[in-house]
């Protein structure tokens, strides 16, 4: 009993991601509803930067980053939402890897 319990804890920690929530929203992300960015983000490769939860492009704030759901089940997706500045319309975007 003590074999399997260690074995189940050790294949949830090997399931878990080291990485921090920056590094997390730091990835390649692909439009999925509402309001809309673009149809890809990237924050690495475009003029897109993130600051204290705030999408900017260029020295312009877009929208906020109101939460970030990270899944660890194989086929899910980790999905960010999105809040635009000016109209307060929420966007979806989901994971799409580095």
């Not at 509402?34 to 900017?56: A, M, R």
């Not at 939402?81 to 890897?97: H, N, Q, R, V």
């Amino acid at each position: 009993m003590k074999s399997y319990t260690l074995f189940i804890i050790l294949f949830f920690l090997a399931l878990c991601s080291c990485e921090s929530r920056e590094e997390k929203i730091n990835s390649n992300w692909k439009y999925a509803g509402g309001y809309h960015i673009g149809d890809f983000l990237s924050f690495k490769h475009q003029n897109l930067k993130i600051q204290n939860d705030t999408i900017y492009k260029g020295s312009m704030p877009l929208a906020v980053i109101v939460e970030l759901k990270t899944t660890y089940l194989p086929g899910t997706e980790n999905k960010l939402t999105l809040k635009d500045i000016e109209s307060g319309a929420l966007g979806i975007y989901t994971d799409k890897g580095k």
